[in-house]
């Protein structure tokens, strides 16, 4: 990586200047972080192999509805696939489901409920808003929890819209579209 043999970098292990640990086997083994503040302490350049990989980003040509109530998921869904045709509309009935979902399609856009079963609405949206994993999708919270603190309390986890249910399907394009128009 470096164009050294390996008895250099043992040698920087030995005077202290690459921190290392040993393995049960007795070889040395060098945590990445540590690599790296090695090279930049010293002027070096960054192997391709070490470069930070491009944050990943959200599919916004897809939505995906989380919500257990399935005649009201399926609802808002089918209304989505028919006024937005050109993105794909994902459905999930649970939180564990959702997580899963988020993670492998990463939907630029979430309709997201609150009280799910699983893991509940608030994880969810606190989750994809600080992990950089989701690649930080736009957040449509939708519930039928009557609680006054909650809206404000889901805009501090991240939210970016917040209904109450009975959800007005048009109400809800027009947050998408606006969305959209805003990238």
């Known amino acids: 990586m470096f164009g050294v043999v390996n008895q250099t970098a043992i ?3 030995k005077n202290g200047y690459l ?3 040993n393995t049960p086997g007795g070889q040395y ?15 070096m ?11 990943p980003t959200a599919d916004w040509k897809s939505i ?4 257990d109530d399935e005649v009201l998921n399926e609802a808002i869904a ?3 696939r028919k006024n ?3 993105h794909t509309v994902f459905q999930s009935f649970d939180g564990f489901d959702a997580g899963a979902q988020l993670m492998d399609k990463r939907p630029g856009f979430v309709v997201l409920d609150i009280a799910l079963p699983g893991v509940n609405g608030k994880d969810i949206c606190k989750r994809i808003k600080t992990d950089p994993a989701f690649g930080k999708p736009y957040i449509i919270v939708i519930t039928a929890l009557d609680d006054p603190a909650l809206e404000k309390n889901m805009f501090e986890l991240g939210a970016d819209r917040f209904f109450r249910k009975p959800v007005k399907l048009p109400e809800l394009l027009t947050a998408i579209d606006s969305a959209i128009d805003a990238e």
Do not use: H, Q, T
């Open 78 to 80: 089918g209304f989505l």
């Open 84 to 86: 937005l045709e050109k």
């Open 11 to 13: 040698n920087w292990i």
């Open 64 to 67: 995906i509805v989380i919500d």
């Open 19 to 21: 921190k290392a640990f």
């Open 29 to 43: 083994r060098v945590y990445k972080d540590d690599l790296l503040e090695f090279i930049n302490a010293r002027g």
């Open 45 to 55: 350049r960054v192997p391709e192999a070490l470069e930070p990989s491009p944050e």
